[in-house]
Structures are given as structure tokens and as C-alpha cells.
């Protein structure tokens, strides 16, 4: 399994308070990505990373922020969360998405805004 | 905008059947698609990777083809066994290679 580490890997937290996710690789990788799992729509981008700060929204950016201060860490932050933000997040990494080679996955991050 | 489609979202059947997960897209300017399996409160494996230039790869019972075309592939899993039951994901990346769009899954029930 690559070297791919999501902590914590389940939180509960308020609304309004502010929420750090943080995905760890091993495989020194350059791409890392988070997404989002919702049912009904499925996997979507929320932010990516190409290199040592680095970084580009994708398609649900709104609420969210990300750093990537080195290689193997990418941290997802929740300025304000909301309700809507209650979902599983997934970490994701790759060499470089252009050399063909597969996307490997976190086991993701539960996270509950009650 | 791309958009990814999985048909059927749901699947049950018997042991030993083979079967055909399908996937299409709207954009056919893709770098390539994969196909991953998810196991319920888990992450996502990858199965298989084709690149936009293939028209198929095959990893032990699974088969994957492309048409890029028509954006279409379909996901051919023979012989298929109860431990196969999961939830399968297509994805597409696009061609400036930063974005992997997710179609909404099937999900697979092989019963012994």
C-alpha cells in the first residue's frame, strides 16, 4: 500500500469552529489532493497541491483553504465550519498525474459539523 | 465542464456470473481513466489505469476498455465472486492532468 496517512480519521467539532485535516505520504510524491464524498455527488476536488506551496482550487474550494509548507504534508483547513461540510475527505497523491500512473487514496476523514 | 456517468448505480448478482460495469463522459479530451474499487468505510484502490491512446487493459479477471471517442468504458469482471462486492468508481483526468473527475459509482453485490 503506498504510504499515505489521513489524521484524524474522525472528528466532531461545531459549527463556526475552525478544523485542520492533515494528510501525510511517505512516497514523496508530488501531486496531493483532497476531496470530498457526499452521497449523490459523488467525489469532488476541493483543493490540489503540485509542489511545495504549490497549490489550486478545484471544484468545491469555497470554506476551504490549504498549505503545503513540505513535500509530505497537505493540510486542509475549515475556516468556519459549517454544517455543509459535515462529509468524508479523502487525501489523495501521485507522481505526476501525466505519467500514467495511478492516484492512490487515504482512508479517509469523517468529519461531523454539529 | 466534464461530468462523469455510472450505469447502473446498483448491481446484485449470483456468484459465477460475469458482469459489465459501465461509464461515460462528456468530454472526450481526457489524459486517461481508472477504475477503482471502494470497500465500504474505506478508501479507493485503484484497478486499473488506461491511457488515453489505449484501448484496453486487463488485470487478472478485470478488463477495462476505452473508447475516447464516444466517451464510453466499461469495466469487465468475470467469473465474479462474493468478495468482489464493493462500490466501483470511474475517473477521467483531464488532459492538463489536474483534475480527476469521479462518476457517482456502482455499487456490486455478488451473492455466494
Known amino acids: 500500500d503506498a504510504g499515505i496517512t489521513q489524521s484524524p480519521r474522525h472528528k466532531v467539532t461545531e459549527t463556526g469552529t475552525p478544523v485542520t485535516l492533515r494528510c501525510h505520504q511517505t512516497e514523496n510524491h508530488r501531486y496531493m489532493y483532497w476531496y470530498r464524498q457526499d452521497p449523490g455527488h459523488g467525489l469532488r476536488l476541493i483543493h490540489y497541491s503540485y509542489g511545495v506551496k504549490d497549490t489550486d482550487k478545484g471544484e468545491v474550494s469555497d470554506g476551504y483553504s490549504v498549505s503545503r509548507s513540505k513535500t509530505e504534508d497537505f493540510l486542509l483547513t475549515l475556516e468556519s465550519a459549517t454544517s455543509s461540510q459535515t462529509s468524508v475527505y479523502f487525501c489523495a497523491i501521485s507522481p505526476n498525474p501525466t505519467t500514467n500512473t495511478e492516484a492512490f487514496f487515504g482512508q479517509g476523514t469523517r468529519l461531523t459539523v454539529v | 465542464k466534464q461530468e462523469v456517468t455510472q450505469i447502473p448505480a446498483a448491481l446484485s448478482v449470483p456468484e459465477g456470473e460475469n458482469l459489465v460495469l459501465n461509464c461515460s463522459f462528456t468530454?472526450?479530451?481526457?489524459?486517461?481513466l481508472q477504475w477503482f474499487r471502494q470497500d465500504p468505510g474505506k478508501g479507493l484502490t485503484s484497478l486499473l489505469l488506461i491511457q488515453s491512446s489505449q484501448r484496453e487493459q486487463t488485470s487478472g479477471r478485470l478488463n477495462a476498455s476505452l473508447d475516447k471517442s464516444s466517451g464510453r468504458s466499461t469495466l469487465y469482471i468475470a467469473a465474479s465472486q462474493p468478495g468482489d462486492s464493493a462500490t466501483y468508481l470511474c475517473?477521467?483526468?483531464?488532459?492538463?492532468?489536474?483534475?480527476?473527475?469521479f462518476g457517482g459509482g456502482t455499487r456490486l453485490m455478488v451473492k455466494p
Open positions: 475517473a477521467v483526468l483531464n488532459n492538463a492532468g489536474n483534475m480527476l473527475t
Open positions: 468530454d472526450s479530451a481526457i489524459y486517461n
